[in-house]
């Protein structure tokens, strides 16, 4: 005589929010033409602000040139769903992908959006 035992079978968790709070995205140029300055552009996950969250993009950087030490600048600050559109106007869009945003922790919506036309428009004349 056999005693069967079934254990119930684990339930996939989704993966979790990641500790790190600021990521490396790339770099943009800077500056007047010929005089231009490389700044390495950083995202931070901020925290929940009355069930929104918000993302900074953020530089190391000297106030002048006599500071010994780097700050953390704040170039620019953006809601969830916002976070495509400022990545594209800094120009470090096309530096990360989605799935890379969502693996930091991003949980916004991809909306895509194009024009309809019609071939029979074009067929007519």
Known sequence: ???IIHFPLKEKRLKPMPKQRVFYIGYRYVGPMFCQDVQSIYL???GLIKGART???IRY???DENDYKEYSIELDRCEEYG???LLDEYDVGDQVTF???RDMGWK???GFEGKIE???KYLDS
């Open 118 to 120: 019609h071939i029979s």
């Open 61 to 63: 950087g000297k106030y």
């Open 99 to 101: 799935d890379e945003l």
């Open 83 to 85: 976070l495509p559109d």
């Open 1 to 3: 005589m056999t005693n």
């Open 44 to 46: 931070k996950r901020n």
């Open 108 to 110: 916004g919506v991809i």
């Open 55 to 57: 993302w900074s993009l």
